[in-house]
Nanobody, 124 residues
Framework: QVQLVESGGGLVQAGGSLRLSCAASGSIFSINAMGWYRQAPGKQRELVATRTSGGSTNYADSVKGRFTISRVDAKNTVYLQMNSLKPEDTAVYYC??????????????????WGQGTQVTVSS
C-alpha cells in the first residue's frame, strides 16, 4: 500500500500564495506520475496539475502561469506552488499518485492512490 500525507493548505487573501506538499510512503516500487486535483463545493473533482516521472507537466488552463508543480524524486514528494490565488481557487486539494507497489510474491502491482485532501480557502 501507499500512504500520502498532504500539508500546506490554509486561508489566504486573494493575490496571496500557498505551497502544498504531498509525501508518498509505503511499499513503493516506482512512481509514474504525481499530481494535484481539487474539488469545490457542488462541483466535480478536477485536474489542477500533474507531473510524470519523466518530467512532463500538465496544467489546467485556469491555473497556467500561476501554479507550478514540482517533485523531489528521492523523497517521493510533490509540491504545488500556488501564486496569485483567486477566490475561485477555493477547494479541497487532493494529491494523486500513479505507480507500482512491491508485492511479497510476484511482480510489482500498479495502483492509483489518493491523499486525504487539504482545504485551500481564498478570501476576496
Amino acid at each position: 500500500q501507499v500512504q500520502l500525507v498532504e500539508s500546506g493548505g490554509g486561508l489566504v487573501q486573494a493575490g496571496g500564495s500557498l505551497r502544498l506538499s504531498c509525501a508518498a510512503s509505503g511499499s513503493i516500487f516506482s512512481i509514474n506520475a504525481m499530481g494535484w486535483y481539487r474539488q469545490a463545493p457542488g462541483k466535480q473533482r478536477e485536474l489542477v496539475a500533474t507531473r510524470t516521472s519523466g518530467g512532463s507537466t500538465n496544467y489546467a488552463d485556469s491555473v497556467k502561469g500561476r501554479f507550478t508543480i514540482s517533485r523531489v524524486d528521492a523523497k517521493n514528494t510533490v509540491y504545488l506552488q500556488m501564486n496569485s490565488l483567486k477566490p475561485e481557487d477555493t477547494a479541497v486539494y487532493y494529491c494523486k499518485v500513479l505507480g507500482y507497489t512491491t508485492q511479497t510474491m510476484g511482480v510489482p502491482r500498479p495502483g492509483e492512490y489518493w491523499g486525504q485532501g487539504t482545504q485551500v480557502t481564498v478570501s476576496s
